[in-house]
């Protein structure tokens, strides 16, 4: 378990510098400074579920539960719905992909109770 969650941390704490840089540097006069502001909202959580998962993946060496997968998943998916439908929206413009933003934050909200649920059972 561990590797799996250090390869995703990994990859989504990475892709989300790579994708800050481009919003400063590749999208700047663009987009408009609402779109940017979307698109950074995106970065922030996916980087901030990106660290989560990085702790999770040095929790799991100490505490098995299911709880914690759940929070792993949760999490990753999370950052799939929420940040990849802003930067969808922020990119395109299209409003149907800001519906899709809710369920992300719902899973993160999930990872989190899961985590609790994690702590509380051990």
Known sequence: ????WLILASIFAGS???????????????????ALEVFHTGVQYQFYHALAILALALLTERLSSSWLTIAGYSWALGIVLFSGSLYLLAITGIKWFGPITPLGGVLFILGWVSLLMAAVKA
């Open 1 to 4: 378990m561990l590797t799996r």
């Open 16 to 34: 989300a510098v790579i994708l800050g840089a481009f919003a400063a540097h590749g999208l700047r006069g663009k987009l408009t400074e609402r």
